[in-house]
């Protein structure tokens, strides 16, 4: 799945092309995704000129002088940049097409979401998708005193206290997993009994990680690639666990174990990350 700093790529990506030009015209041709796509959004934003392109959590915002197109990748998505004239793919559902430039969204599952929030319905924070969402890891508020304030009383696991989103946004499954093995913590530690100097480890190992795989363009899974079409490059340079089971730890040499949780696959090093 696209986690944040795929989606922060992608949208690196489109905000260097997009704002300030108009959209000469948006098609949708597979309107059956996560969530049907609003039948009128061809005609809402074609012709209007795109102001800036933001990103909450694993969403990316479109911004219209009236509204914003909000966008999420699903399991498998990406919306890359193709030329005029090349031919669409299988499973490519939309097409944003302007006078220097196209994007495509391709979606093979259909798990993603193209979706309309008109600005007369009050700030985009405040849509269904996005109020409930945590702070943003880079937030210079995202602190170990903070997650550990957060992080009180809370029984789940640790790692699924993270990929709740709700107290931080874009530690998805794979970063999670890195994240927590950088910091020494085991994902099966209960939230609420994370130290406050842990905590702290947590929020520095979170911002490392995911700075990593901003740097390298995100991870290789599946069918992600960036707005240019290029895949990301994060398992090769970075990843010390996830999808390296039976593998000896880097730091010690004991292998990764991997486990199950909340049906999604967790990797840590059973000595590095003693409960």
Known sequence: MPELPEVETTRRGIATIMPGHVLKQFLVYEPRMRWPVPPDIEQTISGHEVVSCERRGKYLLINFDHGTQIIHLGMSGSLRRASLDEPRRKHDHAEWLFD???????????????????????????????????????????????????????????????????????????????????????????????????????VAAIRQTLGEALESGGST??????????????????????????????????PIKRIVQGQRATYYCPKCQRR
């Open 100 to 202: 220097h430039a196209r994007f495509l969204l391709h979606d093979p599952r259909r798990f993603g979401a193209i979706l309309w929030h008109d600005a007369a319905s009050g700030p985009i924070t405040s849509h269904a998708l996005l109020h409930k969402l945590g702070i943003e890891p880079f937030d210079p508020l995202f602190t170990g005193t903070y997650l550990h304030q957060r992080l009180r009383g809370k029984t789940l696991s640790i790692k699924q206290a993270l990929l709740a989103g709700t107290i931080v946004v874009g530690v998805g499954n794979i970063y999670a997993s890195e994240s927590l093995f950088r910091a020494r913590i085991n994902p099966l530690a209960a939230a609420g009994t994370v130290s406050l100097e842990r905590c702290q480890r947590l």
């Open 221 to 254: 899974l599946r069918d992600y690639v960036n707005a240019t079409g290029e895949p990301g490059a994060y398992f090769d340079i970075y990843a010390a666990v996830y999808e390296k089971a039976g593998k000896p730890c880097n730091v010690c040499a004991t």
